[in-house]
């Protein structure tokens, strides 16, 4: 079953394509890594596949209305601002919103998916916390706690692990691999190629807005492809450890 199809999806800035016939389809149990420069169109296309800004093309969830959708797919945009000064706790409970009738409080069922997700992020510590005066990385750890209390099959994530600790960093990339395993898909944006590389089941490379590559990590990160997009050079093993990619010279 796919959770999500994009076909011929593009973006027009002016008359630039910054998302540029994009066709990919997300079935289950897949952690997909989203990569690309700066600039190479990724939360362009992550906006534009949830319906969010207007698009050419098809995306599966832009058709949908607003309400089934927010069952379908949780969101983590790039932006971590979190508006009010409320408790880790109720900022979580938020993610639970589309599954209740309106103006419901939260049921045991809700609130068992709450305590899923706090334990998932490593959030028991700081659930009464005020949110608006905990660190950047903090934040960023409670707003992805957030989109998994929704326990949607998919979850988009804009670069949620930038600004993370590397401890943090691979307990999230770690997280986000297991939800795969039980079934759940997950696409998350992320410059880190090592990371990539190391819990990705599949990665989808951007190039000016073009999807150049679409595949397992080791299909995916060619040295000609790292060479052509990236304009760098990098270190592929795989070792009884895992993958270990890294990043190593500028090519040219
Ligand atoms: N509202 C807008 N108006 C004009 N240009 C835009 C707009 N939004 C994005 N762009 C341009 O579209 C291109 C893709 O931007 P996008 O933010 O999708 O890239 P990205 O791959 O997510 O980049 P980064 O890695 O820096 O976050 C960029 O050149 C950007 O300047």
Redesign the pocket.
């Known amino acids: 079953m796919s959770l999500l199809t994009l076909s011929g999806l593009s973006v027009f ?2 008359t630039r394509a ?2 540029d016939d994009v066709s990919a389809s997300v079935g289950r149990g897949e952690c997909i890594g989203l990569v ?10 992550l906006r534009a596949a949830l319906g969010l800004i207007g698009a050419q093309g098809m995306s599966s969830l832009a058709l949908l209305g607003a309400a089934e959708r927010a069952r379908r797919v949780a969101w983590m945009p ?1 932006a971590r601002e979190i508006a009010w000064p409320v408790s880790v706790e109720t900022v979580i409970a938020l993610g639970r919103l589309p599954h209740l009738p309106r103006g419901a409080r939260l049921r045991d069922a809700d609130r068992a998916a709450v305590e899923r997700a706090i334990t998932h992020m490593g959030l028991e510590a700081m659930r009464g916390r005020t949110a608006t005066r905990l660190s950047g990385g903090e934040q960023a750890r409670v707003l992805i706690a957030r989109a998994l209390a929704q326990e949607t099959p998919l979850v988009l994530a ?2 949620p692990i930038a600004g993370l600790d590397p401890a943090h960093q691979i307990a999230t990339m770690e997280l986000f691999a297991d939800l795969a395993w039980g079934g759940r898909s997950i696409i998350v ?1 992320l ?1 880190d190629l090592g990371l990539a590389a190391r819990h990705c089941t599949r990665l989808l490379m ?1 190039d000016r ?1 073009r999807l150049v590559a679409d595949g397992p990590p080791n299909e995916v990160l060619t040295a000609e492809n790292v060479a052509q997009v990236f304009g760098i050079t990098a270190f592929y093993r795989e070792t009884p450890q895992g993958v270990v990619f890294q990043p190593m010279e500028l090519t040219g």
Request: aromatic share 0%; hydrophobic share 20%.
């Open positions: 800035r002016g910054v998302v690309g420069p700066n600039g190479s169109g990724k939360t362009t296309l790039q804009d670069e944006s410059h951007l807005g």
